[in-house]
């Protein structure tokens, strides 16, 4: 059997009167992401882990924000797309950990749904992914809710 690790990482701005996405889930809040797609920082960072784990690249390579054709663009997409490489590869994933650091709202009412649409998306367990929501206890801009982040860490298994 051979494991592969990965990392991502994302951070996008918010601003008032934008959708505020995490892991394909509308969370109802009066700021949302500045980006040039939905801003999902979860599944932005999660498709730069599973990219990552297999040496392909990243999301920056694979869906250019120069890119038009991104524009607006959901990002369960960019995800789908990372998690169909990683399988035609011959792995699968054994686990995704990672925490998204909001201010506000918080995330702990939308977690569940959260990885449950992850999960879907995948078509894996829901016990195979966990995500922890904190805050930046009010230092800088994160601490001021001028922005979120996220990071996350994807075990890939092939093989027995
Ligand atoms: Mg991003």
Redesign the pocket.
């Known amino acids: 059997m051979e494991i592969r690790v990965g990392i991502g990482f ?3 701005r918010l601003e008032e009167g934008r959708e505020l996405v995490i892991g394909g889930v509308k969370i109802p809040y009066e700021k949302g992401w500045v ?1 040039h ?1 939905d ?1 999902d ?1 979860f599944f ?1 960072a999660l498709t730069d882990a599973l990219l990552g784990a297999i040496g392909y690249g990243d ?1 920056g390579q694979l869906f250019p924000d120069s890119d038009k054709k991104w524009e607006g663009a959901d990002s369960s997409i960019f995800l789908k797309e990372a998690y169909r490489i990683v399988k035609e590869k011959g792995y699968s994933i054994v686990n995704i950990d990672g925490y998204i650091i909001l201010q506000k709202p918080k995330l702990l009412y939308y977690r569940k749904k959260i990885i449950e649409n992850t999960a879907k998306i995948l078509d894996i367990d829901v016990s195979r992914i966990f995500i922890k929501g904190k805050t930046f206890e009010k230092i800088g801009e994160i601490g001021e809710g001028k922005a979120g982040m996220c990071e996350v860490v994807v075990l890939l298994r092939k093989g027995e």
């Open positions: 994302d951070i996008h980006a797609s801003g920082i932005h999301i």
